[in-house]
């Protein structure tokens, strides 16, 4: 997979890695697949973009950056019920302005398929016939559009784009249902949040003086319904603590008191603001640097954020060897008990993921 993306830059893109795909290890592999998979999704639009960046000092980069940023984003929405807030709920109400919300679901639907596509593909063909299937499910329209405004997003151009937005051609549809199911007046400055739910509307969440917005509470236990996913299974936060709950089990199977799982979390905090005040290895320092001085300030979170992650679970391996801990499935196991834990980094993009992964499994997220 990796030569075939490699000869694929050199067909289109004048050589090199020009996605730069392998800054973080010399294969294409995680969410490699998405980014590369999502270029070849653009097709000639992407060709249209570079051409338009004739001139640039690095107009690699830029479309390198350009692609993802995209993914970043998108990847939101394989929630599958996702939550977007601050520049990504501006550029979701943008999209449903323009695209309206039948097209918009129907492209996070598509989305949510070339990511189940891209984890099985094998081969530069199989992830190239993924994104062949989302880029005639996106249409060129469209791709144009997305293309647009994440290049806004890049520029600082969203409020401009956003004074622009009533003119759009979804926009009357979408501020019809925004008006419907809340009485709010549709605009970026306002959102705090959007929300998609798995019947295909959408819940835009607007801010208002001292209050923000909140996700749907369940009275059960004080419960929070964090995310609702597709399958039917869910992320609560209950007492303080986010568990996954499976489609057959209730808030009434949530483990409570949970000592070893408040231990771990503790752990988990503190081995996080250790690892700030050590910093990454001298390999991982080095990566995170060329990523810096390369102008890829994502990149270099991404790597901190995996270095972080790497030396908090070998903390809690040692400082937990009661618990019996594995590479599949969920991370640790108390025999005592049989209460299940994941540890994982709270971005949203990641706790999404991993509720979407095991979605059968009860378990409690770790996070950091």
């Not at 697949?33 to 000639?44: C, K, M, T």
């Not at 798995?198 to 969440?205: D, H, I, K, P, Q």
């Not at 752990?267 to 810096?292: C, H, K, M």
């Not at 108390?334 to 095991?358: I, K």
Request: hydrophobic share 45%.
């Amino acid at each position: 997979m990796t030569r075939e993306y490699l000869r694929w830059c050199e067909r289109t893109q004048g050589g090199g890695d020009c996605l730069h795909l392998l800054m973080d290890g010399p294969t294409v592999r995680g969410e490699d697949r998405y980014a590369l998979a999502l270029a070849l999704s653009l097709g000639a639009v992407l060709d249209e973009t570079k051409h338009a960046l004739r001139g640039m000092v690095e107009p690699s980069a830029v479309l390198s950056m350009l692609v993802w940023t995209a993914t970043v984003y998108l990847l939101l929405w394989a929630l599958p019920e996702p939550m977007s807030k601050g520049v990504a709920a501006a550029l979701t109400v943008t999209l449903l302005a323009w695209l309206g919300v039948d097209t918009l679901w129907s492209l996070m639907q598509g989305w949510v398929r070339l990511v189940e596509d891209a984890n099985r593909a094998v081969s530069f063909e199989q992830l190239s016939t993924a994104g062949e299937h989302f880029g005639r499910v996106m249409g060129e329209n469209t791709a144009r559009v997305l293309v647009m405004l994440v290049t806004a997003v890049l520029g600082g151009a969203v409020k401009p784009l956003a004074q622009k937005m009533p003119k759009l051609p979804g926009y009357t549809q979408a501020a019809v249902q925004a008006e419907a199911q809340g009485g709010i007046r549709l605009a970026v400055a306002e959102v705090e949040a959007v929300a998609a739910s798995s019947e295909g509307t959408f819940a835009v969440m607007m801010k208002s003086p001292g209050s923000q917005a909140s996700a749907a509470t369940t009275e059960a236990r004080a419960a929070t319904t964090v995310i609702r996913h597709q399958g039917g299974n869910r992320q609560v936060v209950i007492e303080g603590q986010r568990w996954h709950v499976p489609a057959n089990k209730s808030l009434k199977d949530v483990p409570t008191p949970d000592l070893v799982g408040d231990e771990l979390q503790a752990a988990a905090v503190r081995a996080a603001q250790r690892w700030t005040s050590r910093g990454p290895d001298a390999d991982e320092l080095a990566a995170i640097e060329r990523a810096l001085a390369q102008g890829k300030q994502w990149l270099a979170r991404l790597l901190e954020r995996q270095s972080r992650g790497r030396f908090v679970e070998r903390e809690l391996r040692r400082q937990f060897p009661q618990l019996q801990w594995s590479r599949t499935g969920v991370d640790a196991v108390d025999p005592s008990t049989g209460y299940r834990y994941e540890v994982l980094s709270g971005t949203d993009s990641n706790l999404a993921l991993h509720g979407q992964r095991m979605m059968g499994t009860l378990f409690r997220m770790i996070t950091f």
